[in-house]
């Protein structure tokens, strides 16, 4: 069935559709170029902020969480330790200098667990490299400083607890090693580090020299 309208009232529903396609066509386009807009900003924002810094992210992931720390209890985590001799007139190079290490843990406590800390048997001590040891006597470490003397050279001798010398090309099983001692739930050793000369004297110089450790346990 066709339902005729009035003249007028069909020429306002014409009218009305004509401005509704003109207006959604018109939001469209505002819509559209705001997006354009909105994407252009966060370009020109991201190249206007300029780079201050960078962040270094480090970490390691280790099979033990247990390591040495040197002179007093801490927790630095370093595994890499350095030992300052005294520093001595060529007359006294016999003096010995004591060192306390510490077993710690690496992970943030102060000392490891109790049930590794009981483990614990010490340390094996060995060459960075074997020429880094005398070619006579094994108990010696040689001076690899770069003034090292190389008339009168000095050594380095390390002693247990007990002043037994340290043959550092013997293995774990033969070598002279110090006593564990633990005090509340702290595993220490003592080592004794001296300079030395096969001659009796020496030329004045620097000393500097290497040697791994390895920790044992039961």
């Not at 529903?13 to 396609?21: K, P, Q």
């Not at 040197?70 to 370093?78: D, E, I, R, V, Y």
């Not at 590794?116 to 010696?140: C, E, I, R, W, Y």
């Not at 702290?186 to 030329?203: C, E, N, R």
């Amino acid at each position: 069935m066709i339902i005729a309208l009035p003249r007028n009232l069909s020429n306002k529903i014409v009218t009305l559709c004509c401005w509704l396609n003109v207006y959604v066509g018109y939001s469209m386009k505002m819509l559209t170029l705001s997006a354009l807009i909105a994407q252009a900003s966060s370009l020109i924002c991201t190249s206007v902020y300029a780079v201050d810094g960078t962040i270094k992210i480090s970490g390691s992931i280790v099979d033990e969480t247990c390591t040495l720390e040197l002179g007093t209890l801490g927790k630095n985590g370093a595994r890499d330790l350095s030992v300052r001799l005294k520093t001595l007139l060529p007359s006294q190079i016999y003096t010995s200098t004591g060192i306390t290490f510490f077993l710690t843990d690496t992970a943030g406590s102060p000392v490891c667990d109790v049930a590794t800390t009981k483990a614990f048997k010490g340390v094996h001590l060995s060459p960075n490299v074997a020429v880094d040891l005398d070619a006579m006597d094994k108990t010696l470490l040689v001076n690899k400083s770069l003034d090292a003397s190389a008339t009168s050279p000095v050594f380095l001798k390390v002693l247990t607890d007990q002043n037994n010398k340290v043959d550092f090309s013997a293995p774990w099983a033969t070598q002279a090693k110090s006593t564990v001692k633990s005090n509340f739930d702290a595993a220490t050793l003592y080592y004794t580090m001296q300079y030395f000369s096969k001659k009796g004297a020496v030329d004045t110089q620097k000393l500097t020299t290497l040697v791994n450790y390895t920790l044992h346990y039961n």
